[in-house]
């Protein structure tokens, strides 16, 4: 972690950044969605910006509502993701495992957290945040533009996804005009 | 539009580039969500990479299902949003007015229009299609990271809100587990 930089998880072992693990990324990218199009040198360059924590099984590594400027990318483990009803009761809204990202949203609007998430077994995961990134494409812009690209094709598939499901829930829900 | 570049639009007035419009764009700036951070000058390097129509009312410039790689920034007049429900009957999810962006997503991903986009009035945009933001990217970096960013910015805010109703319609869908 380069002076000056935030320890988002200061309660966790810190593993350092995350070029250890290029290899074993590499060898999960065909499972990785924001990494289809990187080859090994810039997944190398990628990982020196992203610093890398072990979390136990039960961590709540992210918590609904909670501000928060940074995604993850699970590199080993589980976990289930989790968000309260409008009567505060929490329901288990998916769940994701290695190369998968959480978080993006709030990376990119600082807004609070959507919902929280939860290790289910012991974790590895790589923290990026805002202040990385903008240093990033600073940096390397070819990389940069490359993860901005990537990112939006993640969140443009997840809205076509949430999108219909959204008009086929309120089609049932409505009344019938005919 | 320069030599080689597809015709979106070979059926309505083309007005050439928008560079034209670059001050009404600067005085409806405080409603076009996706050029808040840009300058009179970043905006004027933006509009040389976009060219401009006008489409008299009932036009239906962009059709649910059609392919597509480009999105439109509505600069004067107004549209509806139609979307297709199950049983294959349009209803109207939106509109649109000056400063608005429509048809981002298949800008992103080339899939198939999510909605239709009918003029309610006469309409004056301004279209953005991939391979005039890749070279856009490529020679002017900086802007490019710029307006990948305001689209990843649209996205999540959309992403965030889409995703909001969908938890509150599957909510008062589902059956309670208590």
Request: proline residues 7%; hydrophobic residues 40%.
């Given at each position: 972690?380069a002076?000056?930089?935030?320890?988002?998880?200061?309660?966790?072992?810190h593993l350092?950044?995350?070029?250890q693990?290029v290899?074993l990324?590499?060898?999960?990218i065909q499972h990785?969605d924001?990494f289809d199009?990187f080859?090994?040198?810039e997944?190398?360059?990628f990982?020196?910006?992203?610093?890398?924590?072990?979390?136990?099984?039960?961590?709540e590594?992210?918590?609904e509502?909670d501000?928060g400027?940074?995604?993850?990318?699970i590199?080993e483990g589980?976990?289930?993701i989790?968000?309260?009803?409008?009567?505060?009761?929490?329901?288990r809204?998916g769940n994701?495992?290695?190369g998968k990202?959480l978080?993006?949203?709030?990376?990119?609007?600082?807004?609070?957290?959507f919902?929280?998430?939860?290790?289910?077994?012991?974790?590895?995961?790589?923290v990026?945040?805002?202040?990385?990134?903008?240093h990033?494409i600073?940096?390397e812009?070819?990389i940069g533009?490359?993860i901005l690209?990537?990112?939006l094709?993640?969140l443009n598939q997840?809205?076509?996804v949430?999108?219909?499901?959204?008009?086929q829930?309120?089609?049932?829900r409505?009344?019938?005009?005919?």
């Open positions: 972690m002076q000056g930089d935030p320890d988002h998880f200061p309660k966790l072992e350092g950044d995350a070029v693990y290899e990324i590499h060898e999960i990785i924001l199009d080859d090994e040198d997944l190398a360059h990982a020196a910006y992203m610093e890398c924590y072990r979390a136990p099984a039960g961590t590594i992210i918590r509502g501000p400027d940074f995604m993850l990318m590199i589980t976990v289930e989790m968000r309260k009803d409008t009567t505060g009761v929490p329901a809204i994701a495992g290695p990202t978080g993006e949203m709030s990376l990119i609007d600082g807004e609070p957290r919902a929280s998430c939860i290790a289910t077994s012991e974790l590895v995961f790589a990026l945040d805002r202040a990385r990134l903008t990033l600073a940096d812009p070819r533009v490359k690209m990537e990112l094709m993640l997840r809205l076509r949430v999108s219909k499901q959204l008009m829930c309120l089609e049932k409505l009344p019938r005009i005919s």
